[in-house]
């Protein structure tokens, strides 16, 4: 295995009972890749992120982080999540605590680390995206693009080598996919490995550096963006294309 | 001359003693307080009761009656809300007529009476479990129940009354009167036994307890119940809707009774237990406890 | 009216025996739902827990308790267990320790069913996703329960938990049947020696009314406190 490639994925296969939501599908992402998943809906794209991080356990295959196979009984799953970071469509900051405990949480009772320097820093993050201010305001008195800038924080907060979002900008209003939208811009060019399922076909063109479309629980076309956008191949992802970008 | 009789009584007590080895109970304060008065639960014995002490009943002795002896104490199952048979005073005392009869029965073996409250359904499983030596809360002689546990003799043969709606007390004068009828009784109980004997025309209308029956007659839905002649007079006492029928039982009544209920195979404690039964009712001892504590029961009234 | 005249009178005259009751039942109440949420917590985890035999095992108890009355509960293990040599233990300077151990135990096997189902539809209210966020970051399944999940469910929990209070305060009358002076109990205590059977009723019923309405009340006034904390 190539010392650059952090996730490999190998026929992975999951079934909800009788539907067969993932079919075979393999692919590897690598350091520093910005990774779109796009697809018409249920075409098992959210299930695929879930299964890089077993939220979701596969039926059968093999997800590899890190080398280590992920799905093996006897790896601790919980070490390596500490590692992947997963923004949800939802959100779903801890609506019990304040925006700082949130960000605080794992890494101080996860990592150990000093309670001190956690706060330190989540605040050093959430000067980043602009919210430093509502450090100590409950979910429920942010706005949708204020939530998932915090959860964006949240994750990054434990270091992940790897960030995962689950389409998430689909549950905001027009006006606040924009913020969102340009902290991931920002993550990208830092140099974050991300996978991304998503709708924003401006998003998954500009900023990502390849682009997977699935259809049907299968990878139909895997290729860099600028060359999918451009010339689309396979008559599904035409046919996908046609419908989300001329609207 | 009851009052003569309880204070000679209370008076040979304190020689009387002497059977249970001298170390036993409160011999001083006697005379005047009230034969009603029992232990209250925890066992703490505050009944210098006019004591049939003097008979010696040391010569009763078994496997269970040994038991009672170790443990030192004497438990007895009751359900207090029958006046005057048991109930509480003010200060939630055990009294009664039942509660002085149990205390005999304690004061005979030489041990502290503790007192169990339960409801009256339980008693019979709480003998069964062993939770309790005897229970004493009106039974009737039952032959159902005699499956079950033993009975020992008879100690009180209560007036059977019937009560009636007010106004109707001319009317339900006969048995005739009542055929077709529903008349009411506690469930299990002499009264509703009685029913069946004297009153075959009617029909029998049990409930759990006397209180919703006194209303079932007040309200018209039964022509009458059969209470025992105590609680028929407190009933009729607060109760304007109520009166006594001109109606007599016949000699059905003759053959019912109260006795104390006994585990099966103790034979020891039952032929004690009718030991003291014979004793206090035939020197009149039992009738003047029982009629103080229908003075009791009488005086708690609002 | 002659009705509350008479009220007047026999709460007067008796306020010893209805107070006696009233402290009692309250007794029994608040152990009983203690105790009860204590179990219902343990049912609730196993039910929701992975491993099939207890799951079963807590799911048949459930079943059970909820299906069977109170009564016939409170006679087995009053009256059953001591015939196989279970025994409850005497306290000397608490009298009648041993049934109000047993009233108590009783009625905590029957509020923990109906509490396990109080837990696991609060828990199972909060948004599945509070717990994927958790685990995502690493937390270990208890973690996310213990830290984010519950803290949720109580407010879920609470409110119903405040009505399982006040069943329990209704239904605990059910313990005089052993003798424990409740105030069903001394109700009956009273109209057996006044032959007044509604007046008593009645203030019984007062007391009884009293009781619930301070508890719902306190149970909402907290609410409003935890929700001033955590939004």
Known sequence: ?247 | MKKVLSLLMAGMMAFSLAACGGASSTASSAAGSTPASAAASGGASSAPAASTASYDYSSYTGETIDAIKAKGKLVVGTEAQYAPFEFKDLDSNFVGCDMWLAQQIADALCVELEVMDMAFDGIIPAIKSNQVDIGIAAFTVDEERAKEIDFSDVYQKDQQVLLVKAGDEDTYTTKESLAGLQVGAQRGTVQSKLIQAALPDSELFELDKWPALALEVINGNIAGIVVDGAVADGLIQNNEGLAKANFVFGEEADNLGKAAVLPQSSDDLKELVNAVIANVTADGSFEAAYDEAVALSKSMGI | ?231
């Open chain 1, 1 to 247: 295995m190539a010392q650059d490639e952090l996730i490999v994925v190998k026929d992975l296969n999951k079934s909800f009972g009788k539907l067969h939501v993932l079919k075979n599908v393999s692919t590897t992402i690598k350091k520093g890749e910005v990774v779109a998943v796009i697809g018409p809906s249920g075409s098992g794209k959210s299930t695929f992120l879930r299964c890089l991080n077993l939220l979701e356990q596969p039926t059968s295959g093999h997800v590899f982080f890190e080398g280590v196979d992920i799905c093996d009984k006897k790896t601790n799953i919980d070490l390596h999540r500490q590692k992947i970071g997963m923004v949800f469509q939802q959100f779903n900051l801890f609506n019990n605590m304040t925006v700082l405990k949130n960000i605080t949480a794992a890494p101080v009772k996860i990592r150990k680390m000093d309670p001190k320097a956690a706060e330190e820093k989540a605040l050093q993050l959430l000067d980043r995206v602009g919210l430093r201010d509502k450090a100590n305001s409950y979910p429920s008195q942010l706005s949708g693009g204020q939530k998932q800038r915090v959860a964006i924080v949240r994750a990054l907060a434990m270091e992940p080598d790897v960030m995962l979002f689950d389409e998430p900008t689909s549950a905001l209003d027009p006006e606040m996919v924009g913020e969102v939208l340009n902290v991931m811009k920002d993550l990208a060019h830092e140099g974050m490995t991300m996978v991304v399922v998503t709708h924003e076909m401006s998003f998954a063109r500009e900023v990502s550096s390849r682009v997977l479309f699935m259809a049907d629980g299968e990878i139909r076309e895997d290729r860099p963006s600028h060359e999918m956008f451009e010339d689309p191949r396979d008559p599904r992802l035409q046919d996908f294309l046609s419908k989300v970008l001329n609207l």
């Open chain 3, 1 to 231: 009216m002659e009705f509350f005249d008479r009220m007047g009178r026999i709460f007067s005259r008796y306020s010893s025996f209805f107070g006696q009751g009233v402290a009692n039942t309250l007794i029994i109440a608040f152990f009983a739902v203690l105790l009860g949420t204590l179990l219902g917590t343990l049912l609730a985890v196993l039910k929701m827990g992975k491993f099939k035999p207890t799951r079963w095992l807590a799911s048949a108890y459930i079943e059970f308790i909820r299906g069977t009355p109170l009564m016939i509960q409170l006679m087995f293990i009053f009256y059953g267990l001591p015939m196989l040599n279970i025994t409850f233990p005497e306290v000397s300077f608490i009298p009648n320790f041993e049934r109000f151990a047993a009233g108590i135990f009783a009625m905590s096997l029957n509020s923990g069913a109906y509490v396990a189902e109080i837990i696991r539809s609060g828990i199972q209210a909060v948004d599945k996703g509070q717990a994927e966020a958790a685990r995502s970051l690493g937390f270990k399944e208890n973690q996310a329960l213990v830290m984010v999940v519950l803290p949720q469910a109580i407010k879920n929990i609470l409110p119903a938990l405040g009505n399982e209070f006040v069943t329990v305060i209704k239904e605990s009358s059910i313990v005089s049947v052993i003798g424990i002076a409740d105030l069903m109990y001394q109700t009956n205590s009273v109209i057996s020696v006044t032959f007044i059977t509604l007046e008593s009723l009645a203030v019984a019923a007062i007391l009884y009314f009293i009781m619930t309405f301070v508890t719902s009340r306190l149970i909402a006034f907290a609410e409003r406190k935890m929700a001033n904390g955590t939004r």
